[in-house]
């Protein structure tokens, strides 16, 4: 009778051990984005981890944010549910490749002469352009005026208008 018990429990922690063991995919819930975004990610952020994926309810708008991406070095990502990147931010600086070929109107180069001392620390892609917030807590906004690659302004939100000359 003890065999079998033991034998019982055996199995039933062996059982219990099989399936609490699963890969670092499962764990994180990158197997949840989709393509474009893992794509994103490994061309933008190849060097950082993901920590963690979430999944928010978007209301069925593919320019709200669907997935939210944990990564290392305090680096969060938002992709809608096709994978577009969303918002890109970080307490800390953002690597410049995170950045590179996001920002459009070559505005990185623009923000780096006109703001010497101060980082990039969020990009977020809005319906008329794209909100970077500096670690100065700037907030510029570029916005393509009738395809004119000419820079505007957010005035609901007091933006800093990045004129064409800049």
């Known amino acids: ?9 055996l199995s039933v922690g062996i059982i219990t051990f099989l399936f609490s063991c699963s ?8 197997n949840k984005l989709p393509q474009t975004a893992r794509a994103f ?6 060097n950082h981890t993901i920590l963690s994926v979430d999944e928010t309810d ?5 320019f709200n944010e669907k997935y939210l991406v944990q990564m290392s070095d ?3 990502l938002s992709f809608s549910s096709m994978g577009f990147w969303r918002r890109i931010e970080s ?16 505005g990185v180069d623009k923000i ?14 809005k319906l008329y352009g794209y909100m970077v917030t500096l670690s100065d807590d700037t907030k510029l ?17 007091n933006i800093i208008l990045l004129p064409e000359n800049l």
């Open 1 to 9: 009778m003890k065999q079998k018990l033991i034998l019982l429990l």
């Open 23 to 30: 890969n670092d995919d499962e764990k994180t819930g990158e």
């Open 41 to 46: 990610i490994e061309s933008h952020f190849p």
């Open 58 to 62: 978007d209301l069925g708008d593919e």
């Open 74 to 76: 305090d680096v969060v």
């Open 91 to 106: 307490s800390k600086a953002l690597p410049e490749l995170a950045f590179k070929g996001v920002v459009p109107y070559d």
């Open 112 to 125: 780096k002469t006109k703001y010497p001392s101060a980082t990039i620390n969020m990009i977020h892609f």
């Open 141 to 157: 906004a570029f916005y393509d005026v009738s395809s004119s690659g000419k820079f505007g302004i957010d005035y609901s939100k």
